[in-house]
């Protein structure tokens, strides 16, 4: 690197900017498409307007774009930063962008299904909820045992990699995860902790997480 370039004087490549673009992108655009149905609904309800875009077919339109999106702008991971803190809210907000991410994918199918039997509470329709379920988790699990970063863990710039026993870590550290989740209240008190890395769910699985450029 030269030492009159750019990236050696800003301590930036132009790599490193069009990743924190793309992150800053995806993190406006993935819960806008996330709860762009919801809006939509609430929205022609409110000024009286009949539907003149079915529901399921707008949910899949929006599906096709994120996926088409997601391959066509997608966020490299950058460079390992070991010394960087990652945040606990950092932690949370991947999480709830990989929730956006798999809501936007899996909703619509799961709305199609649920068209089909007469009941909701059919067991084709709880079979298929199911199946989005473990596959959420699987995702999360291999995030850990591969030390490859989520498409939310993208978006908040870090990684999680196990310390040892890959499966076993990824696996308590989803359990334990989403323990932390359901008591956000209490787990976001770590923030104002300096000790806050590494979470307390990292250390019961054996799991770093790691900043990323």
Same mark, same amino acid.
């Given at each position: 690197?030269?030492?009159?370039?750019?990236?050696?004087? &800003?301590?930036?490549? =132009?790599? #490193?900017?069009?990743?924190?673009?793309?992150?800053? /992108?995806?993190?406006?655009?993935?819960?806008?498409?996330?709860?762009?149905?919801?809006?939509?609904?609430?929205?022609?309800?409110?000024?009286?307007?009949?539907?003149?875009?079915?529901?399921?077919?707008?949910?899949?339109?929006?599906?096709?774009?994120?996926?088409?999106?997601?391959?066509?702008?997608? +966020?490299?991971?950058?460079?390992?930063?070991?010394?960087?803190?990652?945040?606990?809210?950092?932690?949370?907000?991947?999480?709830?962008?990989?929730?956006?991410?798999?809501?936007?994918?899996?909703?619509? /199918?799961? %709305?199609?299904?649920?068209?089909?039997?007469?009941?909701?509470?059919?067991?084709?329709?709880?079979?298929?909820?199911? +199946?989005?379920?473990?596959?959420?988790?699987?995702?999360? +699990?291999?995030?850990?045992?591969?030390?490859?970063?989520?498409?939310?863990?993208?978006?908040?710039?870090?990684?999680?990699?196990?310390?040892? #026993?890959?499966?076993?870590?990824?696996?308590?550290?989803?359990?334990?995860?989403?323990?932390?989740?359901? /008591? %956000? =209240?209490?787990?976001?008190?770590?923030?104002?902790? &300096?000790? %806050?890395? =590494?979470?307390?769910?990292?250390?019961?699985?054996?799991?770093?997480? +790691?900043?990323?450029?």
């Amino acid at each position: 690197m030269k030492k009159t370039s750019e990236a050696f004087l &800003t301590g930036r490549s =132009p790599e #490193s900017d069009r990743r924190h673009s793309r992150r800053l /992108f995806w993190g406006v655009a993935t819960p806008v498409l996330a709860l762009a149905p919801q809006i939509y609904h609430s929205t022609l309800q409110l000024i009286g307007t009949p539907e003149f875009l079915p529901p399921l077919l707008l949910q899949f339109a929006i599906c096709a774009l994120f996926l088409v999106g997601a391959r066509t702008i997608p +966020i490299h991971r950058g460079q390992d930063l070991p010394h960087a803190r990652v945040p606990v809210s950092t932690r949370f907000w991947a999480v709830l962008f990989d929730v956006f991410a798999w809501s936007i994918v899996a909703g619509p /199918f799961i %709305a199609a299904v649920r068209r089909i039997p007469p009941d909701p509470t059919a067991p084709i329709t709880l079979g298929i909820v199911g +199946i989005v379920m473990v596959s959420f988790v699987a995702r999360s +699990i291999r995030a850990v045992a591969t030390g490859r970063p989520s498409f939310g863990q993208r978006v908040m710039s870090y990684r999680s990699v196990a310390l040892k #026993s890959p499966m076993k870590s990824g696996f308590l550290n989803t359990v334990f995860g989403a323990i932390a989740y359901a /008591f %956000a =209240p209490v787990t976001l008190l770590q923030i104002r902790k &300096t000790d %806050a890395q =590494p979470a307390w769910w990292n250390r019961a699985s054996d799991v770093k997480a +790691i900043s990323t450029d």
